[in-house]
């Protein structure tokens, strides 16, 4: 499978626990980009990312997120001390080019907060 | 207010029938207009995308059309299948920031029943 690839689907965590959500873009794909869903609202823009590099985190929350792509290995999304208001499907995406190249989503992972 | 925003929220059809999906938008400058649909706990998955000079481009049994003036986007699905039930996402990017700048509708949740 050549897809864009997110792990763990689900993830439980209890209120302050650590959540560590992972990504392996497509290959070829040098450009990722993680988004939230809510249940009944549609997808925000948290953070894009290139090799080693952040280069927009403006949607990310100032505290307790954040995310890395590193020179090896997948893009990680972290969120320390997990609240209830944490529950949500994270998403990301990957594409060759961050102009207005298309965008390839994985299947997401949700994580529940107890 | 969200910048863009989709009707109807939810839809039910029969299978065979056709029925059309809209978009507006308020944002600006204007790149390009994307519609992703989005199955049930999986990722979205892209179905057209429409820069400023195009008006209408298909997908298979998929028609969107792009009124850039009004700033109306439209997707027709003709001969409905039980397949296409899922939600339906508007996705407007600007182009200033390339695609970490695109704003997302909340989505036509479409129900094809038998």
């Known amino acids: 499978n050549a897809g864009v690839m997110q792990n763990p689907r689900h993830l439980v965590r209890r209120r302050g626990q650590e959540a560590r959500l992972r990504c392996s873009p497509m290959k070829g794909h040098s450009h990722v980009y993680w988004y939230r869903q809510l249940p009944e609202e549609g997808l925000k823009f948290m953070v894009y990312l290139q090799k080693e590099n952040i280069i927009d985190e403006s949607g990310m929350p100032k505290e307790r997120f954040s995310a890395e792509f590193p020179k090896e290995g997948p893009s990680i999304l972290r969120i320390q001390q997990v609240v209830r208001g944490d529950s949500a499907a994270y998403f990301c995406?990957?594409?060759?080019?961050?102009?207005?190249?298309?965008?390839?989503f994985g299947e997401g992972s949700r994580l529940t907060v107890l | 207010k969200n910048q863009v925003e989709q009707s109807p929220q939810s839809l039910i059809i029969l299978e065979g029938k056709n029925c059309t999906l809209q978009?507006?938008?308020?944002?600006?400058?204007?790149?390009?207009l994307r519609w992703y649909k989005q199955d049930t706990g999986r990722g979205p998955v892209s179905l057209t995308i429409?820069?400023?000079?195009?008006n209408t481009k298909s997908n298979g049994r998929y028609t969107a059309t792009l009124d850039a003036d009004t700033k109306q986007s439209s997707l027709h699905i003709t001969a409905s299948q039980l397949s296409d039930s899922a939600s339906y996402i508007c996705v407007v990017s600007t182009g200033e920031k390339g695609n970490n700048d695109m704003r997302f509708g909340a989505g036509t949740r479409l129900t094809v029943k038998p």
């Open positions: 429409m820069t400023f000079s195009e």
């Open positions: 978009c507006n938008y308020t944002v600006s400058p204007f790149s390009n």
């Open positions: 995406a990957s594409s060759t080019s961050g102009d207005t190249g298309e965008l390839f």
